[in-house]
């Protein structure tokens, strides 16, 4: 231990915050009280290719001039991760008494451009096979990291040990990285928080035993040459074991510079925020609108800073970005940014998603249906379903008022329903009203031909039909359904579609203060074969503006091993009214804005409905 000494080698030092063009600035200290003390903030030497103390010693060569860089509120010597990188001595041994012979901290201000297999910010290091030996504060891949050998640990030719951070870092953005070590223990610290510590090294430093370079911005030894690309602000070296206090106390003048974002403010707000499509275990699209023609990207990763990232130059309004080999069951944040070059047009917070369950997983999702023309009540269903954080939501259809008129799905659709729809994937049906306009089409990111599509969740798989086109035996639409619910392995099935097959309406089918009604679209009824030889649990209808539960119905009759059919299309449209009577049908229903909340667990299903005020009105359970 070099205690009672104030041994310090400030190798490179940059003045941040500076005005116009940062610059070099240094002094070199000579020896002070009982020890060496060695500081320099260098200048630029004066072929531009060197950083020279004030003393006009050399600290420092650059492998070309020298490029000094501001970037957001600090500077630093710009490298380019291929030939750019700073050489303190070719001999470590020429410089051993700026060295640390056993305690030290080095630290590096440090903004990386990009993540690599090795970089380094300081390397005075030999890494060949077994043999190991000096000190690298650098990082590997997309996380810091801090390696030391020492006399202590040698196993006969040198053994280091890379402690590693164990969260990646964000390209682009500024970091103070630290290493220290007080000849027993060696931690690694991120913007002043220790993040790593090993207490394999002990006793003196062991440096390479033939010349290493010590170097600045390069992961170098005999064989092996890493530069990194981004920027070198500030490193130095304390032949001192920082404590955790001082670590955190030099590192709070840098606290809002590691808060900075690199990307440039947005030029304008979203037509339609970022919003989940058909999410999958291992995949899901994010869609968004611009004003204006753009690129779309898209950040996402399972923990921030995000560190994956995908892009499609291609310029438009309406983008889809398809993330696909995701983990299931799995929570992953995202941001989107639609840039035109530099220019940012529209960019948005970060949101998270949950890719779908798989078998035997317990799900929870809710229901809603006829959000159409009305954003007040589809706002406060949106706001209620959130609380819940279902899994996901199903839409019934009729999602606005009139299909051709886009600023009804921009402003009494998905601007309502932005907080629920950026976290929440929502799968919808095709209502009578969307129209068959291209808006619903290309606004929704669903398999081909998407206005019919099916989606697996946990133990549930889920049968989107449009039944505003032919659905009746012999047509496409029922081919595929029928191959579909027989090919179908899944625990419980449910279909979806927009128009009810049974239904207690008073006048949709016959008015029925007048005369008989058909109770349900009798150009739908053949359907309920189908449901029951599948074994179909539920079927979740809207078009009929209010809430409809029935018994189990099977050939036409209440069954227990039958169909249950919800008609829940209350999330906005005007309510609608009952026949007089009731039907031999009808188990529960109620007239008002509502929403279902459906769990799952194995083989155990529970379903509620909420009304608007977020009371329960409807509630039962089933088991199989
Ligand atoms: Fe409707
Ligand atoms: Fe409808």
């Known amino acids: ?54 003393d006009g010693k050399l600290v420092a060569m650059g492998q070309r001039k020298l490029e000094l860089k501001k970037r957001g509120p600090s500077s630093g010597v710009m490298l380019n991760g291929r030939d750019d990188w700073l050489v303190v001595a070719k001999d470590h041994n020429t410089i051993l008494g700026d060295l640390p012979k056993r305690a030290f ?78 000849g027993a223990t060696m931690r690694l610290y991120v913007n002043g928080k220790q993040v790593a510590e090993s207490a394999e090294q002990s006793g003196d430093v062991n440096y390479p035993p033939s010349p290493a370079t010590v170097a600045l911005g390069c992961y170098l030894d005999a064989t092996e040459t890493y530069p990194m690309t981004g920027l070198l602000g500030e490193i130095s070296m304390t032949h001192e ?14 606290a809002d510079a590691v808060n900075w974002d690199p990307l440039p403010p947005p030029k304008t ?76 047009i529209s960019r948005s917070e970060v949101y998270t998603f949950r890719t779908a369950a798989g078998p035997g997983e317990a799900i929870a ?26 899994d996901f939501q199903i839409h019934v259809g009729d999602i606005v008022g009139k299909g051709s008129d886009k600023r009804e799905w921009t402003e009494e659709f998905f601007k309502p329903s932005h907080t629920l729809m950026s976290r929440i994937c929502v799968y919808p ?28 969740y946990g133990d549930a798989e889920v049968f989107m039909v449009d039944t505003n086109k032919p659905i009746l035996p012999g047509t496409p639409q029922y081919q595929w359904l029928e191959k579909a619910l027989g090919e179908s392995k899944a625990l419980w099935k449910f279909v ?59 050939g036409g009759k209440v069954d227990p091993t039958g169909v249950r059919y919800i008609t829940t299309g209350g999330s906005g449209g005007g309510l609608e009214a009952f026949a007089p009577s009731r039907t031999w049908f009808m188990a529960q229903g109620r007239i008002t804005h509502h929403y279902s909340y459906v769990t799952v667990i194995g083989r155990q299903l529970s379903f509620k409905v909420f009304d608007l005020d977020n009371r329960l009105f409807d509630s039962f359970e089933m088991s199989k």
Not at 241 to 254: D, G, I, L, R, S
Not at 543 to 553: A, G
Request: hydrophobic share 35%; net charge negative; glycine share 10%.
């Open 269 to 344: 707000p979203f037509v339609v925020a970022p919003f989940l499509n058909y999410a999958t275990m291992n995949s899901i699209t994010i869609a968004w609108e611009t004003a204006e023609d753009a690129g779309s990207y898209v950040e996402y990763g399972t923990s921030l800073p995000m560190t994956e990232a995908k892009e499609s130059a291609e310029s438009k309004t309406l983008h889809h970005v398809e993330l696909t080999g995701l983990k299931p069951s799995q929570q992953y944040f995202y941001r989107v940014t639609s840039r035109r070059g530099e220019e940012v």
């Open 429 to 456: 049906a095709i209502g009578n009203h969307e129209e068959d306009t291209h808006w619903f089409y290309d606004y929704f990111a669903l398999p081909n031909p998407e206005n019919y599509y099916a989606f697996k």
């Open 1 to 54: 231990m070099v205690r009672g000494r104030t041994a310090c080698l400030a190798l490179l030092g940059l003045l941040f915050g500076m005005a116009i063009l940062p610059s070099w600035s240094a002094t070199r200290v000579g020896p002070e009280g009982g020890g060496f003390k060695f500081s320099v903030a260098g200048k630029v030497s004066a072929d531009g290719k060197g950083v020279t103390a004030a």
């Open 105 to 182: 901290s080095v630290s590096a201000w440090v903004l990386p451009d990009a993540a690599q297999d090795w970089g380094a910010f300081f390397s005075c290091m030999q890494d060949d096979g077994n043999t190991e030996y000096g000190i690298i504060l650098g990082f590997i891949k997309d996380k810091f990291s801090f390696a030391l050998s020492t006399k202590g640990a040698d196993d006969g030719d040198g053994k280091l040990t890379y402690l590693k951070a164990p969260a990646a870092f964000a390209p682009g953005r500024w970091y103070l990285v630290t290493g220290t070590y007080d």
């Open 241 to 254: 074991a920082m404590t955790a206090e001082q670590v955190a106390t030099a590192f709070k003048p840098h």
């Open 365 to 390: 999702f809710t229901i809603i249906g006829d959000t159409q023309n009305n954003p007040g009540v589809t706002a406060k269903i949106a706001e209620h379903v959130y609380a819940l954080r279902p």
């Open 496 to 554: 979806c579609h927009h128009h009810p097959i049974y239904s207690s309406d008073n006048d949709d089918h016959g008015d029925t203060y007048r005369g008989p009604s058909t109770w349900g679209g009798m150009q739908h009824r053949p359907l309920a074969a189908l449901y029951e030889k599948h074994n179909v649990d539920f079927v979740f209808n809207g078009h009929i503006h209010l809430y409809e539960r029935t018994h189990p119905i099977r």
